[in-house]
C-alpha cells in the first residue's frame, strides 16, 4: 500500500476546443485501475490554466500506471477531448516531492501538439505497524468523540440540509429577442435558440429558424438557492440537423446587484462573438412565507382572522391585484410511515410546495410516527395552485429518500378541518406506506383571482414511419410558416407590411359579405396557376427533405434507433396534449372543477349577449385593432392565448387521479392498511 500526493499546478499551450476558435475551458481528471479518482475545477476561457489543487490517492500496486485527461467543458454538450498522459509510479521517487511535466497526446493524432501539464507528486510507503497502531488509537479516540457529538452533527447536517433545499427568491426571465447574431449556415442565417443555466437549474428555448435577429418571447422562472451563486449563464446556439449544434456565443449575468421587486430591460452582448440577446428580468424575494408553532398561528385569532378577511373582502378587491389571498398549512403529524433505515426507523422531515414557494418542517429522529406541530403561511397568486406535501428520511450521506407525497388543490381544501391524507407514490397514482394529517385554510379574494390565468411552464417499419411522420411534418410546417408570417404582421417586424395588412384587414372586415370566401379561394388558385413553375420548385426543394430518410439505409444502427425515438417521442408528446385538452374540455363541462365551470357560464353569457347586441363586424374590428396595436402599445410584451389559459387551469383525467384523496379504511391502523389501487 502507497500514498500518492498529487499537486495539480497548471497547464500550457493547451489546446483550443471552444467554437469561437480561440479558448478553451479545461479541466482535468484523473484514472486509476480504470476508476475516476479525482476532477479538477473547470477554468474558464483559458489555455494556460493555473488549478492549484491537492489530492491523496491510496495506491495498492505501483504496477498500475496513473490515466490523466484533460477535457474542455462544454455546456449542454459533450465535453471536447484535449489530450491525455499516463504517470508511470513505478519510476517515481519515492518519499520525496518531485515536479512532473506530463506531455498531453492524442493516441488518434499523435503528432499533434496539445499543450503540457505540470504537477509535483510524493510517493510514500504506507506506515509501519506501529504508527498504524498509533493512527488505530486515534481513530478510537475520535470515533469516542463522534460518539458522544452526533446528536450535534446531526442538528448541523439538518440545518444545512434545509438551507440547501430552500430557496431564498424567484428569478423572472422574459427572453425577448436577439439581434444581429452570427450566421452560422451557408445560406448566411442561423437557427438560433438560448441556454440558461443557475446552479442545476436549466431551460432551453425555441429555435427560431433562418434569421440573425429571433423573436423568442418566452417567460419562465428559475430559483436562487441558498447555497448557489447568483451568476445566470446563458448561451446561443444554432440547430443543426442531423450534426451538433454550432455554439454562437455566451454572456454572464452576475444577478447581486440587481434591485429587488423590479423589472430590468437588460440588452446583453455576447462574448467573443457577435449579437446582443434582450430579456426582461425581476427578482422576487420569498418574503410572503413564513413557519411557525402552532401556538402562534394568525389564523387562529379571532380578531387577527377578521383583519385578514376584510383584507381579501370584495370592497378590497383592486386594491392590489397581485394579492390575492393566502394559505395557512398546520403539519400536525405523521403515522405508520415506512422504514428507510436499516434500524428499521427513519429520521422524516417535510417539504411543502405552492407554485415558487417551498417551505420544510425539522426532522423527527428515529420515529415512524412523528409530530411537527408546525404552521406554514404562504402567500397565494393563484387559487388554482396545487399544493404539494411531500415526506422525506434524511439521509446525511447522500440525498433524502422520498416517503410518500400528497397534493392538494386549493379550491379542494375544507377550512379549518384536520383531515388524514394518504401518502401516495411519487407519480401520485397509488397508495404507500403512512398517513399524515394536516389543516389548511385557505382565504382568497374571488374578484382578484378572477382571469390572471398563464399556462404553467409539461416495431413497425422504421422507415416507412418515418417517412410518413415527415410528411406530416412538413404540411404542419407549410401551416406554422403562414401562422408566422400573419403573426409577424402582428409584430410590426417591417412598420410597412404591418401598415397594409392593417389597413386591408379593417377594409375586408367592413366590407365583408360571404360571398367573399370563395372569391378568396378563387383567387388563390388563379394565383397559383400563374405562378405554377415558381411553386413547383418550392416544392420540388421542399421534397428535399425526404432524401435523407431515402438514403437512411446508409446510416448506422444508432442513427436509425435516434430518429425512431424522436418520431415516437414527438407522436407520443402530440397524442397527449391532444387527448389532455380533449379531457379538459370535458371536465369543464362535467363541473370538475366548479369555480371554473362558473367562469365559464359566465364567459359564455357575455359572450352571448356581446354577439346578440354588437354585430359581428364590429366585434372582429375591435380584435384585430387590439391584436394590431399590442406590439406598440407594449413592445415587450408575450403573447397569451386565453382560451388555452383557461384550459390549463382545468385538470386533465390524469391529474384527477394525481389528486384523489384516498380514504384511510376504519378501524384499521395506518401500518397494516390493506394497500389498494386507485379505481
Known sequence: MYKLEIELRRGHNLAIRDRGGTLSDPY????????????????HKNLNPVWEEKTTLVVDSLSEPLYVKVFDYDFGLQDDFMGSAHLYLESLEQQRMIPVTLVLKDPQHPDQDLGCLELAVNLTPKESPIEERRDSTTMLLRRSWKRSTKQQQSLRLSELHRKSQLWRGIVSIALIEGRNLIPMDPNGLSDPYAKFRLGPQKYKSKTVPKTLSPQWREQFDLHLYEETGGILEITVWDRDTGRRDDFMGRCQLDLAPLAKEQTHHLELPLEDSRGVVVLLLTLTASAHVSIADLSVTPLDDPQERREILKRYGVLKSFSNLKDVGIVQVKVLRAEGLMAADVTGKSDPFCVLELNNDRLQTHTVYKNLNPEWNKAFTFNVKDVHSILEVTVFDEDRDRSADFLGKVAIPLLHVRNGVQKAYVLKNKELTGPTKGVIYLEV?????????????????????????QQNFNRVKRCIMV????????????EWESAQRSIISFVLFVVVVWNFELYMLPLALLLLLVCNFFFSSRDCNLWENADLSLRPFQDSEHKGFMDKLYAIQDVFISVQNALDEVASYGERIKNTGNWTVPFLSWLAIAALCLATLLLYLIPLRYLVLAWGVNKFTKKLRDPYMIDNNELLDFLSRVPSDVQVMQYHELKVEPGQSPSKRRRTNLS
Not at 379574494?445 to 422504421?462: A, D, E, G, K, M
Not at 401551416?479 to 402582428?490: D, E, Q, R, V
Open 28 to 43: 482535468v481528471k484523473f484514472k486509476l485501475a480504470g476508476k475516476e479518482v479525482f476532477r479538477s475545477k473547470t477554468i
Open 479 to 490: 401551416l406554422i410558416s403562414y401562422g408566422t408570417y400573419i403573426n409577424s404582421c402582428f
Open 441 to 465: 385554510d385557505v382565504i382568497y379574494n374571488t374578484v382578484s383571482n378572477r382571469n390572471i390565468l398563464r399556462r404553467s411552464q409539461r416495431s413497425p417499419n422504421r422507415l416507412l414511419l
